[in-house]
C-alpha cells in the first residue's frame, strides 16, 4: 500500500480544521454583509444607521434612520451610547463607510452588526426613503 504524500496529509488537514472552525461558528465576526434585497428587508426590525455626513442625510435617508457620521471626530463617542445587544443595520452611500463603521463597532463590542452597504443599492431593493 502506497503511501500519502505530505502534501496530501497537509490538504486533508487544512479541510477538517476549515470543517471545525465553520462548525464552532467561523470566525466569530459580529459583523455580516448580506445582499441589498436581504439588507433592505430588514429595516424596520433593526437600528438603522447612516453613517454618512448630516449634509448627505439630510437630501434624502432610509426611514427611520439615525445618523452618525463615521468621520466625525466624535463617531466612537456616540457609538459607545448605543445599546451593545441591540440589531444594527449600517449604510452609506457606496460601502466604504458603512464597512469602516461596522468594523469600528465590531471591535467595541456589539455583536450583531449587519453591514447594508450603499444606499442606492438598498433604495433599489426596496427599502423606504424619507
Known sequence: MRRPSPR???????????????????????????????????????????VRTPAEFAAGHIAGARNIDVESGDFAT???????GAAYLLYCRSGRRSALAADQMAAAGFKDIVDG?????????????E
Open 8 to 50: 496530501s496529509i497537509a490538504i486533508v488537514l487544512v479541510v477538517l480544521l476549515a470543517t471545525l472552525v465553520a462548525a464552532c461558528g467561523g470566525s466569530g465576526s459580529a459583523v455580516t454583509k448580506p445582499g441589498p434585497a436581504e439588507a433592505a428587508a430588514m429595516v424596520g426590525s433593526r437600528v438603522v444607521i447612516d
Open 78 to 84: 456616540q457609538v459607545a451610547a448605543l445599546d451593545k
Open 117 to 129: 452597504g450603499g444606499m442606492d443599492a438598498l433604495v433599489a431593493a426596496g427599502a423606504p426613503v
